[in-house]
């Protein structure tokens, strides 16, 4: 399947003409993605990146991040946002630490692109109007 990436605009114009029933956020790497799919191609939109950055950057800027705590309350993470990325700093010591953190600022960013996608034309339920 062909993949096109798309700009906001082009996006909403997509789904008003496909639908939103395929609509989802997708991840690939370290990027962001709502998608939509006809069955022949899919159609993107860049939400957002994560990159990993050094601790002094993260801490160099005026604007202080925020903390990723794990189940057991300790930092694992300093994340900030800044535009369409997500900067990120790892605080971990072993490997299933660095695993853990890893997954949590996933999952960060995966919210993150949730309150950043766009607001698609409602589509009318096809079985409420046949009724």
């Known amino acids: 399947m062909e993949t096109k990436r798309l700009s906001k605009t082009e996006f909403v114009e997509v789904a008003k003409a496909i639908g939103t029933a395929t609509y989802q956020i997708v991840s690939n790497g370290n990027d962001w993605f709502e998608q939509l799919s006809d069955g022949k191609t899919v159609y993107q939109h860049k939400l957002l990146t994560i990159k990993s950055v050094k601790s002094d950057t993260l801490f160099g800027d005026h604007q202080e991040p925020s903390r990723i705590k794990d189940a057991t309350g300790r930092t694992c993470a300093f994340v900030q946002e800044s535009g369409s990325f997500v900067y990120y700093c790892l605080v971990p010591i072993t490997k299933r630490e ?26 009318p339920n096809e079985i409420a109007l046949a009724a």
């Open 98 to 123: 660095k695993a853990i953190a890893e997954r949590l600022v996933r999952l960060y960013a995966r919210c993150v692109a949730l309150k950043r996608t766009t607001p698609l034309p409602h589509q």
